[in-house]
């Protein structure tokens, strides 16, 4: 695997805040996670968010733009603050949250250069704590018609999220990543039986709701990439790696699928396509934080250890 100067470009929209962990405090927001891999694989990705006129807000401003993550569509509120998030870890390694409501993410706007920018990216990636907020949720319907390529992450944060919304999300876009337990969450909602298998309930989903594509994360059991117009599931292990937090894995995941899928200079396979977002994922999964320092050479020999590793076992078992 390498990373290399793509010619598409990509836009996230939605929350960027502090996530205050037990360690400290780090940059955080699921749609941000993203932009930061994507500009990290050589996708161009600009974010368009809202920040407060506050210091936590000029250092996250900072912060990103070091990052090498577009700032310019940054905006700047002088009512509401730079967002929080209380992060707990438990001693699984599972992570739960305490997300401030309101903050200025959650008033987002939209003028010509918003609209100029979806026009010009390849894909525009959101979730859906992004629209908890009528203003942002307004925002996000002006934008919607300009996008090429719709991703949504379901991202589930309660007491953020109503069935109603979740369900009108997903009937507007293109691809959807979840997790197991979201895709539960909407199947009940959709009345599907609990005795459906996970294949029944994406399929009646993708029926129902005109998506074409859907991920579903699995954690360390891998993911699944559902095409209804090709016919097809096909299923990716996970890495075994040493966890150290998941924090971010699911968003690295999405960004390096999403760096082979929309690629235009060679189709790239199922194949190829998960396992470049598996690797990604399991070197964050085994790294601090969600987004961690790393290149093409970190990546590379990541992999090549890896590898090395399992055809050992490989070889073990069959000797």
Known sequence: MKTEKLTIKGMCFG????????????????PLNVAYHLNKLG?????????????????????CASLGIPTRLFQRDSKYPTSTVEVHIDENRDVTYEIVFPVAWDYIAVGMQELDAVKEADFLVFG????????SYETWKMLLPFAKFKVLDVNLRAPFYTKERVLELLSH????????????????????SETWTDRMKVDAIMESCY?????ITYGARGAVYHVQSAG????????????????????????AFLAQRCRRDKVTS????????????GFITQSDGACPAYDSTILNRFQWIHDLKAFHIDERATS
């Open 128 to 135: 859906t704590l992004s629209t908890r907020n009528q203003a």
């Open 43 to 63: 996708v161009e990705t600009m974010m368009l968010t809202r920040v407060g006129q506050d210091q936590a807000g000029d250092d996250l401003v900072r912060l």
């Open 173 to 192: 876009v293109d691809l959807v990543k979840m997790n197991q337990e979201e895709l539960d969450m909407v199947a009940t909602w959709m009345g599907l």
């Open 270 to 281: 199922a194949e190829e396509m998960l396992s470049f977002a598996a690797t990604l994922s």
């Open 15 to 30: 929350e960027v805040l502090w996530d205050n962990l037990p360690t400290g405090r780090q940059l955080g927001g699921a």
């Open 232 to 255: 097809f599931s096909y299923h990716f292990p996970a890495l075994q790696v040493e966890v150290k937090d998941t924090i971010g894995s699911g968003d690295s995941f999405l960004a």
């Open 211 to 215: 998506v074409d594509e859907v991920i």
